[in-house]
């Protein structure tokens, strides 16, 4: 079965930097777009980044630009989450995700990691 299992968060500095991992099972992961989302407490799930099936072209929320880069890695079935010059507001629970046929087309999620930034 379809198993997204994200690890890499913690506590950290504004300024800091951590590097989220996602592991990808049960399905062909190189044939599908690949998303990262985040939810604060007390605020919806919002769209960080996304990169597509090759790697060649990716996009990210206006509030990270610059900061975060996504990237995978096909060969090892893990996509990536560098978070960079962290602040406090990206305090939230952070979210691998993708829309997969299997066999109808669904979303699904990983369980979460928890990015907390705090001095």
């Known amino acids: 079965q379809v198993q997204l299992v994200e690890s890499g968060g913690g506590l950290v500095q504004p300024g800091g930097s951590l590097r989220l991992s996602c592991a990808a099972s049960?399905?062909?992961?190189?044939?599908?777009?690949m998303n990262w989302y985040r939810q604060a407490p007390g605020k919806e799930r919002e769209l960080v980044a996304t990169?597509?099936?090759?790697?060649?072209?990716?996009n990210y929320a206006e509030s990270v630009k610059g900061r975060f880069t996504i990237s995978r890695d096909n060969a090892k079935n893990t996509v990536y989450l560098q978070m960079s010059s962290l602040k406090p507001e990206d305090t939230a629970v952070y979210y691998c995700?993708?829309?997969?046929?299997?066999?109808?087309?669904?979303?699904?999620w990983g369980q979460g990691t928890q990015v907390t930034v705090s001095s």
């Open positions: 049960g399905f062909t992961f190189s044939s599908y777009t």
């Open positions: 995700n993708s829309r997969i046929l299997n066999p109808v087309w669904r979303h699904y």
């Open positions: 990169i597509t099936n090759d790697g060649g072209s990716t």
